[in-house]
T-cell receptor, first 113, second 114 residues
């Protein structure tokens, strides 16, 4: 079955540690996105990539980094520079960059202890 | 910056009552998309509207896109407990140098009392 797989589902981290969230898709989509969701709030864009080896900052990129070495994969690293990293992180992809619907993974819930 | 505002933020209804959420953008959108997120889940695409003034129906759900392509609404007739969740609108600005990214509204959380 085609879809987007995010891992891990739940992650606990100590302050000062970097963590990497995995996002893999087998939908053959060119564009991939990372969103952050805080309780009671909408989705805020962290980074997005329209094609392999290219990515752009979203609205809240500070303290995060990404790579896009393969079409299928778009991992997100939450660095120690991110001041308030506890959140629900959603990865998404689309087959049409400007008008396509987003397909979301099930999300990764990060808690900083 | 570009914003998409959704109202209300929360709505509590009795099962069988109707529900409407409104979405307003500060800029013209090339299309509007609606997503539903069940509690503890991830957003799932419901529908996309492209044309000015477009109206689409999905069973008890009616979606509208405004004439100026800056506002939209989702109306649910006779709510059921299965409608519980948060409904998000989202749209890409007409200015394509934004890279096609969607701007999401804050969402409307719907709870339904049986």
């Amino acid at each position: 079955d085609g879809g987007i797989t995010q891992s891990p589902k739940y992650l606990f981290r100590k302050e000062g540690q970097n963590v990497t969230l995995s996002c893999e898709q087998n939908l053959n989509h060119d564009a991939m996105y990372w969103y952050r969701q805080d309780p009671g709030q909408g989705l805020r864009l962290i980074y997005y990539s329209q094609i392999v080896n290219d990515f752009q900052k979203g609205d809240i990129a500070e303290g995060y980094s990404v790579s896009r070495e393969k079409k299928e994969s778009f991992p997100l690293t939450v660095t120690s520079a991110q001041k308030n990293p506890t959140a629900f992180y959603l990865c998404a992809s689309t087959h049409r960059v400007f008008t396509g619907e987003l397909f979301f993974g099930e999300g990764s819930r990060l808690t900083v202890l | 910056g570009q914003q998409v505002m959704q109202i209300p933020q929360y709505q509590h209804v009795q099962e069988g009552e109707d529900f409407t959420t409104y979405c307003n953008s500060s800029t013209t959108l090339s299309n509007i998309q609606w997503y539903k997120q069940r509690p503890g889940g991830h957003p799932v695409f419901l529908i996309q509207l492209v044309k000015s003034g477009e109206v689409k129906k999905q069973k008890r759900l009616t979606f509208q896109f405004g004439e100026a392509k800056k506002n939209s609404s989702l109306h649910i007739t006779a709510t059921q407990t299965t409608d519980v969740g948060t409904y998000f609108c989202a749209g890409p600005p007409m200015i394509y140098n934004q890279g096609g990214k969607l701007i999401f509204g804050q969402g409307t959380e719907l709870s339904v009392k049986p």
